[in-house]
């Protein structure tokens, strides 16, 4: 696992090479620099022969600042009422991608500030695009970085998120044979050593066959290959104090598809290693949590990684299978298989859930295409009953844009509900329908309707004795970079997000 250092450099002389800096990145309007007037002047001088300035990134022989280099990172118009916070983050990744390559190796990021109400968090945003810069993948030799920032407040939850979010990128990155699933278990294993998140690894299959039998079924070709063969990876992280959240996260680890015997084609199969992004964000924020550990929070979490294989023994569509909570369910498309995957885990949370106070629960998955086709690079939030009474879809969106990982918020209807209805009277619902999900109305809301029931938690709606509140997080379409999505480097969404939902809403 590679690691990136974030320093407060708030120091008088910083910007004049104080501390080592190499170089600095100026990411927005440096006329708003109120407080750096150097800087402001050079940009000023440079305007006068460059007409690039304030148009694109671009570096300056800057003699007396640190390192000699300035390197400007504009953000463009941000008054239209569409733009957001995500400029910050383009704009610190284009102007840390300069200075890298100009061999800085101590950047010195100074961010401008801005007025607006949707940019409240454009120093924390532009961290992050610097962040995903700088990352290098765990199997590449990368130069160590540091990263100073002025005007940091919180210099210990920068360092703990960026760790969770490489750990991310490198569970949700890594090839189908570097992150088959018992390399991601030992991958978590490794990474909670010695830390306050405790881990235990279900690998045994006559336990998972029994306990999880919907998961089993996706993993059948899988089972004989051990290189391949499934894991449930089991998280728990609690806080000191009286305990005010208590959260549980189910992770989709499908480290690779083939779609089974519903077997991709015409190199659908491309990509198909970062089927597993919904599991490595669940343990990106674990990984937060471990070096943060804040008080009062409980998470628990259960990741599902598994192999879609195609083999002699891999199940096939009209398959009759019964879940971990008891529904009895005929399988549509085997390669509708992550909702599979998360009905299981999820019914073994529903039942810790349902013994804890004001629990919430939250399934995060690259589940479907449609989601991409319905809302481009953007993910994807669905409540039930009993989260959207609370308004909780409203909140995390809310949250999403003021860190950068936008979602649209979904509603589940009576129509995801139809197509799911059993076939016949052998069965109680049918997985999936018979083609992909992009090609089928409310491709991404149906799926909700399937993981509610077959989990058990329709028994935990609003009219129950004990009703738990549930929002389903579709990333399929921004879990990896929409400049590639086949081989583009994984965003690491929603681990920011989400930590700002836990800890400060």
Not at 78 to 94: H, N, P, S
Not at 192 to 207: K, L, M, N, R
Request: charged share 20%; glycine share 10%; proline share 5%.
């Amino acid at each position: 696992m590679s690691k990136l250092l974030i320093v407060n450099a708030d120091h008088a002389d910083a910007l004049f090479g104080e501390g080592g800096w190499d170089a600095v990145v100026v990411v927005g309007e440096p006329e708003r620099l109120e407080a750096h007037p150097e800087i402001r002047q050079l940009v000023s001088h440079a305007a006068h022969v460059d007409a690039r300035i304030g148009r694109e990134p671009l570096m300056l022989l800057a003699p007396g600042l640190a390192g000699g280099r300035l390197v400007l990172a504009p953000t463009g118009d941000l008054t239209a009422e569409y733009e957001d916070v995500r400029r910050f983050a383009e704009a610190a990744q284009a102007g840390v991608g300069i200075a890298l390559r100009a061999g800085a190796r101590k950047p010195l990021l100074v961010v401008a500030e801005h007025d607006d109400l949707r940019y409240s968090n454009a120093l924390e945003v532009a961290l992050l695009g610097a962040g995903h810069e700088i990352y290098q993948p765990f199997d590449v030799a990368g130069p160590d970085v540091t990263l100073g920032v002025l005007g940091l407040d919180d210099m210990a939850r920068a360092n703990a998120l960026e760790n969770g979010r490489i750990a991310a990128r490198d569970l949700c990155g890594g090839d189908p044979e570097q992150m088959a699933p018992p390399a991601f278990a030992d991958y978590c294993v490794e990474l909670f050593a010695d830390s306050p998140v405790s881990v235990s690894v279900i690998d045994d299959p006559e336990t998972l066959v029994r306990d999880y039998p919907l998961l089993s079924a996706v993993a059948r070709a899988s089972f004989a290959v051990p290189r391949h063969a499934p894991r449930v990876v089991r998280l728990e992280y609690v806080g000191e104090g009286v305990i005010s959240r208590n959260w549980f996260l189910a992770g989709k680890g499908v480290t690779f598809d083939t779609g089974g015997a519903d077997l991709k084609i015409g190199g659908a199969m491309a990509g198909m290693s970062r089927d597993k992004g919904g599991a490595a964000a669940v343990a990106g924020l674990m990984a937060t949590l471990a070096q943060l550990q804040p008080k009062g929070v409980r998470v628990v979490a259960e990741l599902g990684l598994v192999r879609n294989s195609i083999g002699s023994e891999a199940f096939v569509p009209d398959e009759i299978i019964e879940s971990h909570a008891g529904v009895k369910v005929r399988i549509g498309n085997t390669d509708a298989e992550g909702r599979l995957v998360l009905a299981d885990v999820l019914s073994h949370l529903r039942l810790a859930a349902a013994e804890s106070d004001d629990p919430v629960m939250m399934s995060l998955a690259t589940l479907t295409g449609h989601v991409g086709r319905a809302y481009g690079p953007y993910s994807a939030v669905i409540e039930n009953g009993v989260a959207r009474g609370q308004a909780m879809g409203g909140q995390l969106q809310m949250v999403s844009e003021l860190w950068g990982e936008p979602f649209e918020l979904s509603r589940l209807r009576r129509e995801d509900y139809a197509q799911v209805a059993a076939r016949s009277p052998s069965e109680r619902l049918l997985s999936s329908n018979n083609g992909a999900s992009v090609n089928i109305a409310r491709g991404h809301q149906f799926p909700m309707a399937f993981l509610v029931q077959a989990s058990g938690l329709d028994q935990h709606g609003l009219g129950s004795d004990h009703p738990i509140a549930y929002m389903h997080l579709d990333i399929a379409a921004s879990a990896v970079e929409k400049r590639d999505p086949l081989y583009g480097q994984p965003t690491a969404a929603p681990v920011a997000t989400l930590l700002a939902n836990l800890l400060d809403h």
